[in-house]
T-cell receptor, first 115, second 113 residues
């Protein structure tokens, strides 16, 4: 297993465009999390899935954001009508549900720049 | 609610110096506590953890003790190396089965030869 994989590593987009990121978790992990990290800050929770069910969404996840995990494996995070304030590193992590309290495995992130 | 307050950086040390990065927390119940490290251009890696009071987490020469009485989880290393230069994040999760981690703002450590 190669860990948590995120694509693309970098994305530059014009304001108003839609973008989609992909996360492939560790294969046996049933939980998948999305976080956002802005410059000089710690990661902030956006949402998480257990298998294919999205069980929690942060207030940070406006209606322009949507996340899916259709078959309980990989996940996508889409941002519609991007704004400059969306510029950040988007991190994906995964864990086993029963081991969530022991820490997650993070991917390397997708850095989004909205110009 | 849950929150983590971390020592502000940046921190610059000479190689072989002693490192302390302070972390205090506010939480309901009995959280698990973590230190994550982020090397330049990479994602977060779990450095160490402690799941109950008085537990000591350790890894790669780093240590942190879960102190419930002072709500602290300070990171220490006796002798830092240039390769330890990174950003360190203190984090907590809620009770068993908690759904997300709460992170501090991070402390950038630079170790000079």
């Amino acid at each position: 297993d190669t860990g948590v994989s995120q694509n693309p590593r970098h994305k530059i987009t014009k304001r108003g465009q839609n973008v989609t990121f992909r996360c492939d978790p560790i294969s046996e992990h049933n939980r998948l999390y999305w976080y956002r990290q802005t410059l000089g800050q710690g990661p902030e929770f956006l949402t998480y899935f257990q298998n294919e069910a999205q069980l929690e969404k942060s207030r940070l996840l406006s209606d322009r954001f949507s996340a899916e995990r259709p078959k309980g494996s990989f996940s996508t995070l889409e941002i519609q009508r991007t704004e400059q304030g969306d510029s950040a590193m988007y991190l994906c992590a995964s864990s086993l549900a029963e081991a969530a309290n022991y820490g997650y495995t993070f991917g390397s992130g997708t850095r989004l720049t909205v110009v | 609610g849950n929150s983590v307050t971390q020592m502000e950086g940046p921190v610059t040390l000479s190689e072989e110096a002693f490192l302390t990065i302070n972390c205090t927390y506010t939480a309901t119940g009995y959280p698990s506590l973590f230190w994550y490290v982020q090397y330049p251009g990479e994602g977060l890696q779990l450095l160490l953890k402690a799941t109950k009071a008085d537990d000591k987490g350790s890894n790669k020469g780093f240590e942190a003790t879960y102190r419930k009485e002072t709500t602290s989880f300070h990171l220490e290393k006796g002798s830092v190396q240039v390769s330890d230069s990174a950003v360190y994040f203190c984090a907590l999760s809620g009770q068993t089965g908690a759904n997300n981690l709460f992170f501090g703002t991070g402390t950038r450590l630079t170790v000079i030869p």
